[in-house]
């Protein structure tokens, strides 16, 4: 780390925006005086103006208890009307909404009235099923038009769900589905993943039979499954039921009912220090206006004439708002993605780009740099000029990918917004603002207008430019998180007990001199790898799940592609060494295991098979020397071990 902040100290490199980008951006300087003369009075002008009020409201914010934040508390709306009819109602229902590309090939577009009308019938339904204000929907499935229909239509009924991504396990969606307590579930037969079908309902079989054990029993009535894969699946009648016969049967007509402001939108479970995740509670009107806000104005928005492009799941905050929430709320055409970048072949998604003219592109640094080990020669073989803006989420974006993403992506001229949020704070909150900010490579940058930031030492003392400390948010925010599902205390203790005043949130970062922001990472125990979070408790968990493991500890390890990378130390019990096992088979199975309890994306980079953990003389892991190991440093100082001849042998041992 120490050598990345010496680098980011010597970046002068300055891109300012073209004079025609400039003359046309939708943002403008005055944002920033307006909003830091009357805070409160620029987000109500921009609740005003970005979302439709059944009822307006009259009281901007209601901070009388924090960190409960109220905002807009007295109006009523729609969400999914926002998205949708509007759009409709103001001559814009031949506008495409959706451009669906299919791994295999097969593609739909659906246009706002279709998609409108897609979602008016997928409310009957829910509703016929007994979903009413308030109950939760689990949606498991593939980037597909259903997904984002799905969304809407829960969201139309005032209920509220809880994407699961389609890469966890049957046990990470069981317990997510117990926790909210869900009455239905949305899946599919499966999805194309990496040129073959993806089984999914499988794994929702799998999780409501499994649940005899664990949390409030049998709350899930009916399983809607879509058909998507073909995949033969087994079916339970009482309880499933086919998507499109539904639909077919449904009436198209729905007429959507206003809900207060601060009426739950959704909830997505995030990894937090801790082994069990949490579920990060958003809600309707303030979230709406922020995400609204921040696509229009970060992503320079023409809604009449822009292709944008976020390659975001929906299983991640990204996806919930940039892709359902601001890009509809704002009328945008976007393309939507099933599969995987590279199948089936690595131009997959330059093809993409060329054959719907994408002009803004929202992606993960991990995915540029991917690219960026292919080489230059795949993606100049395909027509990229239609591109004017790229967009940066997930984890630090180092110069070097932040340079070649800018010459070979976006022809040297696109600006690039490094956008810096969370699951937490539900949209964008440091970002240049293009066609306004001269971008600097590897910086975030400043924060958006109408959003307070700071970066603190320990004690919550302002650093001040040039010094690195703490990322605060100083002042409640319309899309900020309203709690954790079911337990109001640990909000409190992750994000607010730290600075009492001020949400803490868990990244290191430094102020340049010219008091632009530079994220540095997480403080806490949760690793970054390609932009996903994950915390080391959980993995550990899984890890010690396992017969096989006596004790184990997890550290996120620099990793040229994916950022960091999960890498475990493991203690095997002694009666499983004596059956003269192999370290390989075991090191197999347990990342298979992991796999399995957790999903795919936690599978350890590398497991290595110890005597010893190195330890306190509390008894707490050391991760940090752990971490010099996994990243083939020096160790660092040890005197605080109860035993110093530990690392000696866990070094020997990982060679
Ligand atoms: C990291 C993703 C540096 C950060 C939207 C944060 C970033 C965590 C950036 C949230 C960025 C996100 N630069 N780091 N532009 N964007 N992060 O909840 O550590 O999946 O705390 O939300 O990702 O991850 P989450």
Redesign the pocket.
Known sequence: MSNRIDNLLHEDRRFAPSDEFAANAVANAELYAEASDDRLGFWARQARELVTWEKPFTQTLDWSNPPFAKWFDDGTLNVAYNCLDRHVDAGNGDRVALHFEGEPGDSRSLTYAELTAEVKRAANVLTGLGIRAGDRVAIYLPMIPEAVIAMLAVARLGAVHSVVFGGFSADSLRSRIDDAAAKLVITADGGWRKGKVSPLKPAVDAALEARGDLGPQDTVTNVLVVKRGENTVDWNPERDRWWHDELAAASPDHTAEAFPAENPLFILY?SGTTGKPKGILHTSGGYLTQAAFTHKNVFDLHADSDVYWCTADIG???GHTYVTYGPLANGATQVIYEGTPDSPHPGRWWEIIEKYKVSIFYTAPTAIRSFMKLGRKIPKQFDLSSLRLLG?????INPEAWMWYRKVIGGKTAPIV??????ETGAIMISALPGITETKPGS?QVPLPGIAIDVVDDDGNPVGEGNGGLLVVTEPWPSMLRGIWGDPERFQETYWEKFGDKYF???GARLDDDGDVW?L??VDDVM?VSG??LSTAEIESALVSHPFTAEAAVVGASDETTGQAVVAFVIIKESQLEESKAVEDIQAVLRTHVGEQIGPIARPRQIFVVNELPKTRSGKIMRRLLRDVAEGREIGDTTTLADTTVMQIITEKVG
């Open positions: 995030t991640w905050i990204t940066s989420v997930g984890e630090p490094d956008t810096w949020w969370q699951t975030a949130a868990g990244d994220l990472g997480r970054n996903h979070r």
